[in-house]
């Protein structure tokens, strides 16, 4: 979680390998599969057909591709021929396509960008009840309160104001209470801040 522009979209790419860091650096398990559903498809692959975006996902040519695609799209409970060009999808749809092409990889570590964005109500449900029965891990970028206390075991919250990550375990309503205690704290703190330059300056004068 995090206000926008504090860096959730980044921290993924950060984590995918697509951006490098300035300072720091980034410690993945080699043994461990990382696969991201992003927020949309992008432009240039909307004229691929199903068969041809997920061939995508590999690096290699896979003589099975045609078997794991037809049982991945099962799971997000999508039934579309193989030849269907991408952009004659939905949004819907098309949001259920990012999904598969993610879980087709069979991550150990599963990124979901704004997952629920373009779900109607039943492709919500359809996506709560697969992450309840997911056995590996899932990080989710999400504003949709309901969505992430269904199914989060705690919060990671990117906090613009002091550019830190701050961790909170538990209930996903406990967290928004403390992490909004702590926002309101924080503004004390910046009010008292701004009164006593104020007052400094008015001595100065």
Do not use: C
């Not at 629920?116 to 504003?143: C, M, P, Q, R, W």
């Not at 919060?155 to 309101?184: C, F, K, S, W």
């Amino acid at each position: 979680m995090g206000q926008n522009g504090a860096g959730k979209s980044t921290l993924f790419k950060l984590i995918m390998g697509e951006l490098k860091p300035l300072h720091g650096q980034i410690n993945l398990n080699k043994d461990k599969k990382i696969a991201i559903s992003r927020q949309v498809i992008p432009r240039e692959q909307l004229s691929l057909s199903i068969r041809e975006y997920f061939a995508t996902a590999f690096e290699e040519k896979d003589y099975q591709l045609d078997k794991k695609i037809e049982k991945v799209l099962a799971e997000v409970n999508l039934h579309a021929p193989l030849d269907k060009i991408l952009k004659d999808f939905s949004w819907g749809q098309q949001a259920r396509l990012l999904l598969a092409h993610a879980l087709i990889q069979d991550p150990d570590i599963l990124l979901l960008d704004e997952p629920t964005n373009n779900l109607d109500a039943t492709g919500i449900g359809d996506l709560i009840t697969f992450l309840l029965s997911y056995e590996k891990t899932v990080v989710v970028i999400s504003h949709d309160a309901d969505f992430l206390n269904m199914f989060t075991d705690g919060v990671l919250y990117l906090n613009v104001m002091h550019h830190q990550v701050e961790q909170y375990r538990g209930d996903y309503y406990d967290v928004v209470e403390q992490i909004q205690a702590q926002i309101e704290k924080e503004k004390m703190l910046n009010a008292r801040e701004e009164k006593r330059i104020v007052d400094a300056k008015e001595k100065i004068n």
